[in-house]
């Protein structure tokens, strides 16, 4: 059976994925690559582990967030459907049917205009794709570019993020800290509204609360 180890080693996922990174930073976005890769693909499957899934769903939701972004060398706009046809070519010959749609259906599910979660795979790379904002996303961190981009300034003014999955409280908490100086509390909201509305939506799939806490003040 494929698992994430198989994903990860895999010469063309390792393509996409690098391809990804050097695409995004050319056109000026965050980090979409392989540390963005590594921390979605390890909180999916945190969030699938606390949810009770089955061992196999676990690795599913793993190999889902791994792979999730790396459609986006062959363009932002619609990078969730050539990630999930990107998979489906990739590992047709050596995964079962079902289990090859159920990662190709999340890799897509994970931006979407409607907000829709098909399955319980999709919900855990949802929560874990949306938590991840942090300063090291950022590639351009000067001053000028940060006063002319809301994303990277946001991210670069994220001095800390802890994901928090409590199973027994079936609560996931995004705990934040924000220095102030250099990013207002409101201008998160306004940008990160229609992510935090995936990852309640996506909290609500799994019978989970998602909570968010931004410099120890609970918001969410
Ligand atoms: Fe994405
Ligand atoms: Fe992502």
Redesign the pocket.
């Known amino acids: 059976m494929v698992t994430l180890k198989d994903v990860t080693s895999n010469p063309l996922i390792q393509e996409y994925t690098h391809q990804t990174g050097e695409y995004m930073k050319f056109v000026g976005y965050t980090d979409?690559g392989l540390a963005?890769a590594e921390i979605?693909a390890q909180r999916a499957r945190a969030v699938a582990k606390a949810a009770k899934l089955q061992p196999r769903e676990q690795e599913l939701a793993a190999i889902a967030g791994y792979c999730?972004?790396m459609g986006n060398f062959l363009g932002r706009t619609q990078h969730h459907y050539w990630g999930g046809l990107l998979f489906g070519q990739t590992f047709q010959s050596r995964m079962e049917p079902k289990e090859l749609t159920t990662v190709m259906q999340a890799i897509v599910a994970?931006?979407k205009d409607e907000i829709k979660i098909p399955s319980l795979v999709a919900a855990c790379l949802i929560l874990a794709?949306k938590s991840?904002v942090r300063r090291s996303r950022v590639f351009d961190g000067s001053p000028q570019n940060r006063a002319a981009d809301i994303h990277d300034r946001l991210n670069y003014a994220t001095t800390g993020n802890e994901f928090v999955v409590d199973s027994k409280k079936k609560t996931v908490t995004l705990k934040v800290k924000i220095d102030t100086a250099l990013a207002p509390v409101m201008e998160y909201f306004e940008i990160f509204t229609e992510r935090m509305e995936y990852s309640r939506k996506a909290g609500e799939r799994l019978g989970f609360k998602f909570g968010l806490v931004i410099n120890h003040f609970k918001l969410l």
Do not use: A, L, S
């Open positions: 979409h963005h979605v999730h972004d994970h931006d794709d991840d």
